[in-house]
């Protein structure tokens, strides 16, 4: 049964940082791509950044490239949003979620395991 469990999220000013975490569990990651989504009131839900496993090179939304930093650690099997200079418009439920095809996409609906989203809250 895999499972990813976020944590991290809250409330930050603007200009803030926080740093989400994704653990995953209930088989080997190291063949998939792990990324990172969110969702904010009455949005569709949006990439946002995403990498392999096994590593090698990230991704990132133009919204949040050069702020956000994705990274992973194998031992802990978890997966990490860094979120630095925060905006407003950042605001959002963030999701973790991996894709077994290691596909690299970006598109929300070829990702097989999602979890339950930890809300980041960003004020002006």
């Known amino acids: 049964q895999v499972q990813l469990v976020e944590s991290g999220g809250g409330l930050v000013q603007a200009g803030g940082s926080l740093r989400l975490s994704c653990a995953a569990s209930g088989r080997a990651f190291s063949g998939y791509v792990m990324g990172w989504f969110r969702q904010a009131p009455g949005k569709e839900r949006e990439f946002v950044a995403n990498?392999?496993?096994?590593?090698?090179?990230?991704y990132y939304a133009d919204s949040v490239k050069g702020r956000f930093t994705i990274s992973r650690d194998n031992a802990k099997n978890t997966v990490y949003l860094q979120m630095n200079s925060l905006k407003p418009e950042d605001t959002a439920v963030y999701y973790c979620a991996a894709d077994r095809r290691a596909s690299l996409t970006t598109a929300v609906r070829l990702y097989d395991y999602w979890g339950q989203g930890t809300q980041v809250t960003v004020s002006s």
């Open positions: 990498m392999r496993w096994s590593g090698g090179s990230t």
